[in-house]
């Protein structure tokens, strides 16, 4: 199950790169995040993810650093939940304001930080 850590990781960092390439589908998923079912779903998966950090960081290389993640997804999908619905909104008309070569900028941050839920997750 710590494998799911790793995965994540791997997850995280292959859409990051794939962002980079294409940043088009960012803007097609930022679009489907303004119905509210959708963003719901997504501060939900988001929330999931941190549960799962929490629950297997002590089986991964780096244990502090996945439960920091961990805590921080956690808190990422609260929010996404209990903020003004104006608000999230006016965050993604924002960002899907900026040029695709910030999109792409944010894609290789995510690919980073792929890369270090990847290093951090890997099992003892």
């Known amino acids: 199950m710590v494998s799911l850590i790793w995965l994540t990781g791997l997850l995280i960092a292959g859409l990051g790169g794939w962002i ?9 998923l930022l679009q489907q995040a303004k119905n509210e079912v959708v963003f719901s779903i997504m501060a939900l998966l988001r929330a999931a993810i941190g549960v799962i950090m929490l629950v297997w960081a002590r ?6 650093i996945i439960v920091v993640i961990g805590i ?4 990422g999908g609260v929010f996404m939940i209990v903020a003004p619905r104006s608000q999230t909104q006016k965050m993604i008309q924002w960002f899907l304001a900026r040029p695709l070569w910030i ?14 839920v990847i290093w951090a997750g890997w099992p003892k």
């Open 103 to 116: 999109h792409r900028l944010w894609g290789i941050v995510a690919a980073i930080f792929g890369l270090l």
């Open 72 to 75: 921080l997804a956690i808190a």
């Open 20 to 28: 980079v390439w294409r940043p088009k589908p960012l803007t097609w």
């Open 59 to 64: 089986s991964c290389n780096r244990p502090v």
